[in-house]
């Protein structure tokens, strides 16, 4: 041990450990491929956010293909619009003493545009074209502070501390879709998306370290970090909407599997530990993979009360068991973990819009159910005694969203804004690992640890567009 650090540094990432005996690996491969991967991303336009996205059987707005590529066929009128936010997040983790951290971004959230064609003399009577972009900021930071009931002896009598454990993500991931809509004898609106998709972030992760004797602090990355990607992916989608009558309209859609290619860069110990606390080498390696994300299907639900009120509901299946890593044979612990610890998983949103003249009043609520199976491992305590323990909503839990919003149509130019609240608990598993510092010295810790984390995340957001 030798590395004195003057503070912990913001690092994080992934989880490179085993679950004891059972030849799983929580790692960044399956962990990451369902949480940065699989999610889908939470922006859009200020409407879109405003009713909690619940917009699949109503349509019309530029982002309403993000549940239902109909919905462009829904337009009636062209429309171009960007939108620009503010996007925070404020984390506690509790392992023994909590610790809090938060930190803002400012984004271009949105932009895309909608050209509407008509037909007129023909039942097919309107085609539209849309492109959109959405972006969404993943930067996440979690800490944990000194421990004094967790310590480690040596051979030479000195005694350590549990001195902290950091982890770090930033990055952001995106899509840009290219969409096509038509429309039935106003009844029956059809879409297709083509989507382009992106996920680019680094992460870190790093453990502390404290000589009782000396009172120095020493830090350890996690063997495998730090630890950076960008995966870039193909996607399509298909949906519908019937107009039953004047006031209910059905939707469904289909969104296909990513098909992603992933450049990693990565630094590893490549198992050179030695008998003397060291390693013989600590370098970046790169290489790629391929990576298949599930895809989801979509029933709405919509209702449109005369000129002033709409409300809309969307449920969504997500299929994220059909998430895999390829080449199999080089990630088969990854492959089983998501074989036997995901689960496909439900999304429920509700939204409504009442429009006063030209002032709108928009809400919504999203629940996303978590996509892991409850896991049984030994983990230990804040006092590092260990028992085998079912842990629930580990790596990521429920996510509930609230979402209020305002527009205001000035005839043609419009402003809309929007404010979502979203929170989830969960388990942060930590341990179980190899750590090293930049002089190529390292340390095991043996025991799994499971810090909870309760995470809140902030997103103001304002559009403005015009419609022609």
């Not at 171009?80 to 959230?109: M, P």
């Not at 989608?237 to 296909?256: C, E, F, Q, T």
């Not at 509700?350 to 199976?373: C, L, Q």
Request: aromatic share 16%; proline share 1%; hydrophobic share 30%.
């Amino acid at each position: 041990m030798k590395k004195i650090i003057v503070s912990l540094c913001a690092l994080v990432g992934t989880m490179a450990f085993a679950q004891q005996g059972t030849g799983y690996d929580y790692n960044q491969y399956s962990t990451n491929a369902i949480n940065l991967y699989s999610q889908d991303i939470n922006s859009g336009n200020a409407k879109y956010i405003g009713v909690g996205g619940a917009v699949g059987a109503l349509g019309s707005d530029i982002n309403s293909v993000e549940q239902n590529p109909a919905g462009l066929g829904v337009a009636i009128n062209s429309e171009v619009q960007i939108t620009a936010g503010v996007s925070t997040f404020s984390n506690k983790t509790t392992f023994g003493t909590s610790l809090k951290e938060n930190d803002s971004n400012f984004d271009f959230q949105q932009f895309g545009g909608t050209f509407v064609f008509n037909n007129e003399g023909s039942k097919w009577n309107r085609f539209s074209v849309g492109v959109a972009y959405i972006n969404q900021r993943l930067d996440n930071f979690s800490s944990i502070g000194t421990n004094e009931g967790i310590k480690f002896g040596n051979d030479n009598g000195d005694t350590w501390t549990f001195g902290g454990y950091i982890k770090d993500i930033e990055g952001y991931k995106s899509k840009f879709s290219l969409n096509f809509g038509s429309t039935y004898d106003d009844k029956l609106y059809v879409g297709a998306g083509l989507n382009f998709h992106e996920t680019n972030y680094t992460a870190y992760e790093q453990y502390g370290e404290r000589n009782d004797k000396t009172n120095q602090m020493y830090a350890y990355n996690l063997d495998g970090s730090p630890y950076s990607e960008i995966g870039q992916g193909f996607s399509f989608s298909l949906g519908a909407i019937y107009k039953v009558n004047h006031n209910v309209r059905l939707g469904a859609a289909y969104h296909s599997p990513v098909w992603y290619n992933v450049a990693e860069d990565y630094y590893s110990a490549n198992n050179s530990f030695n008998d003397n606390g060291t390693v013989n080498n600590y370098y970046m390696y790169s290489s790629d993979y391929d990576m298949t994300r599930g895809g989801r299907v979509v029933g709405s639900l919509g209702f449109v009360v005369g000129k002033n009120l709409s409300l809309g509901a969307d449920y969504t299946y997500h299929m994220n068991n059909e998430t895999k890593l390829k080449p199999s044979t080089n990630f088969a612990a990854s492959n089983n973990f998501i074989n036997d610890f995901v689960k496909n998983s439900s999304e429920a949103r509700v939204g409504a819009e009442y429009r006063i003249d030209r002032f709108k009043v928009r809400a919504g609520y999203n629940y996303v159910a978590s996509p892991y199976e409850n896991i049984n491992l030994d983990v230990a305590n804040e006092n590092n005694v260990v028992s085998n323990t079912s842990l629930t909503k580990t790596f990521m839990g429920d996510i509930n969203r609230a979402s209020f919003g305002l527009g205001y149509d000035f005839g043609g130019f419009y402003v809309d804004a929007a404010y979502q609240y979203q929170t989830q608990k969960y388990k942060q598993l930590i341990g179980g690992s190899d750590y090293v510092d930049s002089d190529n010295y390292f340390v095991t810790l043996n025991n799994t640890y499971a810090p909870e984390v309760k995470l809140n995340n902030n997103l103001f957001l304002l559009t403005v567009g015009w419609q022609f």
